[in-house]
């Protein structure tokens, strides 16, 4: 697939607290995931370029939320990583305030990415992050990374649990297998962005041409 989705994109800023957050805008996708899971790399193969881990990675913008413009009014927001081992409790209370808030509070978050080692899924701070985020009835899409490490057999007996887990505590939500070693999944993680993006925007007009006047700026988004 010619990835036209990313063909503009670039770094736009980095925020470390929810006071400097950009002016909400447009349409943003989160993406989320426990630290070594393989977000910068998932990021990356979808991108297909190498620019934004690093920027990610830069030390000092770890604990950071990232935001990467896709040309005009579109976000990515890579999400700070979270499960080290030996965080301090400071950090660790900076952290869950800063997704908290983001992930239950920013009108202009469509959607959430949560990325996952397709050997260790649904880790209790994942499930920490599914039910912040499943208050506001958005959209997860969970990528299972590093499925080139499982067989195959096993990579699709994840898939069921995890597609079953979302099901079982009523989680708005799709799952796929992904690669960043061998691009698995990276089609189908696209269009899925691609379609988050279209229908956010849809909801966006629809909001600002509903009684012929044109708001200010979006309230409420849901996904169609
Ligand atoms: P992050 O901390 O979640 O951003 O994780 P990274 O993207 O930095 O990945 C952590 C480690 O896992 C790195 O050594 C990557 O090379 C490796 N990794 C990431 N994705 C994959 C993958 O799909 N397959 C394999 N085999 N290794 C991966």
């Given at each position: 697939?010619?990835?036209?989705?990313?063909?503009?994109?670039?770094?736009?800023?980095?925020?470390?607290?929810?006071?400097?957050?950009?002016?909400?805008?447009?349409?943003?996708?989160?993406?989320?995931?426990?630290?070594?899971?393989?977000?910068?790399?998932?990021?990356?193969?979808?991108?297909?370029?190498?620019?934004?881990?690093?920027?990610?990675?830069?030390?000092?913008?770890?604990?950071?939320?990232?935001?990467?413009?896709?040309?005009?009014?579109?976000?990515?927001?890579?999400?700070?990583?979270?499960?080290?081992?030996?965080?301090?409790?400071?950090?660790?209370?900076?952290?869950?305030?800063?997704?908290?808030?983001?992930?239950?509070?920013?009108?202009?978050?469509?959607?959430?990415?949560?990325?996952?080692d397709i050997r260790?899924?649904?880790?209790?701070?994942?499930?920490?992050?599914?039910?912040?985020?499943?208050?506001?009835?958005?959209?997860?899409?969970?990528?299972?990374s590093k499925a080139d490490k499982l067989s195959?057999?096993k990579a699709?007996?994840?898939?069921?649990?995890?597609?079953?887990?979302?099901?079982?505590?009523?989680?708005?939500?799709?799952?796929?297998?992904?690669s960043?070693m061998?691009?698995?999944?990276?089609?189908?993680?696209?269009?899925?962005?691609?379609?988050?993006?279209?229908?956010?925007?849809?909801?966006?007009?629809?909001?600002?041409?509903?009684?012929?006047?044109?708001?200010?700026?979006?309230?409420?988004?849901?996904?169609?």
């Amino acid at each position: 697939m010619t990835n036209a989705l990313f063909s503009k994109a670039e770094f736009y800023t980095t925020v470390n607290q929810l006071r400097d957050l950009p002016k909400e805008s447009g349409v943003e996708i989160a993406f989320a995931g426990r630290s070594n899971a393989g977000k910068s790399s998932a990021i990356n193969t979808l991108a297909g370029r190498g620019r934004f881990a690093f920027v990610s990675k830069t030390p000092g913008r770890t604990q950071h939320i990232n935001f990467f413009q896709l040309g005009a009014r579109r976000f990515i927001v890579d999400l700070p990583g979270y499960g080290y081992a030996k965080v301090p409790l400071a950090i660790r209370q900076h952290w869950t305030e800063l997704l908290s808030q983001y992930l239950q509070t920013r009108e202009t978050l469509f959607g959430m990415v949560l990325i996952m080692d397709i050997r260790h899924p649904i880790m209790p701070l994942d499930v920490q992050m599914l039910e912040w985020f499943a208050l506001t009835r958005k959209p997860v899409h969970i990528l299972l990374s590093k499925a080139d490490k499982l067989s195959r057999s096993k990579a699709v007996e994840t898939l069921r649990y995890v597609s079953s887990y979302l099901v079982a505590h009523q989680i708005t939500g799709s799952v796929q297998i992904f690669s960043s070693m061998t691009s698995e999944g990276k089609d189908e993680a696209i269009l899925l962005l691609k379609n988050w993006l279209e229908s956010a925007e849809q909801a966006l007009q629809t909001t600002s041409t509903e009684s012929g006047q044109k708001k200010p700026r979006s309230k409420g988004i849901k996904p169609g």
